[in-house]
């Protein structure tokens, strides 16, 4: 870009921010979630994890990362794992107790969710939800195609989630939703590439029924909580400003994926936000669930 051209671009934004020679942490970054955000790792307080009897041990929240999880849980308890049965413990990023010593222990990131797999001595932790999502597809050989062309395809989406959706929360969510004020460059420039993703998914979704085909695989599961939530129920109530509707092929599959009962199920857990009726803040058994439907009804 030439120097009038760069003047020109410059001239559709307020004078910006000059950075200083090294940056300082002088404070918190303001706007809601701010208290997460600290530029050192390790923990800040002292407190050990509770340990439930299942084999998995889920530590998290219902973030769109934290239902990747727990729908895979119960879509492979659906297809008979017992294995997959676990219990899943509220993590409250809102008080820092993912900055606990527990918790760093078993994902030294200070993010959720984190798991710990009890079936093995000394316990697995996994970290990162994508390798936990790989890690229990491979484990319990399921929802992770067999064939090597496929599992190539399912295991390209799964990482284009990973590496994609920091644009979508961190980016468009953080300065769209979140930020103390809003600024025009930032939203410009997130939703932009935002846009860019959803046609890329419909695009890709025009003739299949899944992301992988007929399949029904972790890509689906890791792309939903996201994308899928976005068109279904707009989350950071940006449906109406990024056009959702117009992605028909995505909103056809989205839909299609919030039907099953395994993720509406996922959904709830550790869920902390919306209808009572559907939070559920810990999970030890199938039962809870139940529980929950009749504490419905009940009221």
């Known amino acids: 870009m030439d120097e009038s051209a760069l003047k020109d671009a410059q001239s559709n934004y307020p004078p910006g921010y000059s950075p200083p020679k090294v940056w300082a942490w002088d404070a918190e970054s303001g706007g809601r979630w701010a208290s997460i955000n ?37 879509e492979l308890l659906a297809l008979g794992k017992s294995g997959a049965e676990y219990d899943a413990y509220l993590i409250d990023i809102s008080e820092g107790e993912q900055f606990g010593s527990g918790f760093v222990e078993v994902n030294p990131n200070s993010k959720i969710p984190a798991m710990l797999d009890q079936n093995t001595q000394p316990p697995i932790r996994i970290f990162e939800s994508g390798a ?24 390209s989406w799964l990482f284009w989630q990973m590496g994609s959706a920091p644009y979508l929360g961190g980016g468009f969510g953080h300065f769209y939703a979140y930020a103390p004020i ?44 996201w994308y899928g939530l976005l ?55 199938a039962s809870d669930f139940t529980n929950k439907t009749q504490d419905k009804i009940g009221s």
């Open 132 to 155: 936990i999502l790989l890690y229990l597809a491979e484990k319990f050989n399921a929802l992770l195609p067999v064939d090597p062309a496929s599992r190539a395809e399912c295991l």
């Open 38 to 74: 600290r530029p050192i790792a390790g923990p800040t307080h002292k407190k050990p994890l509770p340990v439930g009897q299942h084999p998995i041990q889920l530590y998290s929240l219902g973030t769109p990362n934290g239902v990747k999880v727990t729908v895979m849980l119960e």
């Open 231 to 285: 068109v279904v129920d707009g989350i950071y109530d940006a449906s109406e400003f990024l056009s959702t509707d117009t992605y028909s092929h995505l909103k056809r599959w989205a839909e299609k994926v919030a039907a099953r009962e395994a993720v509406q199920r996922g959904r709830m857990v550790n869920c902390t936000w919306g209808p009572l009726e559907s939070q559920l803040h810990e999970r030890h058994n």
């Open 182 to 225: 809003k600024i025009e460059y930032c939203i410009d420039r997130y939703a932009m590439e935002v846009k860019r993703q959803l046609d890329v998914l419909d695009r890709h979704l025009a003739d299949k029924q899944y992301m992988c085909g007929d399949e029904y695989t972790i890509a689906d599961i890791a792309i939903w909580p």
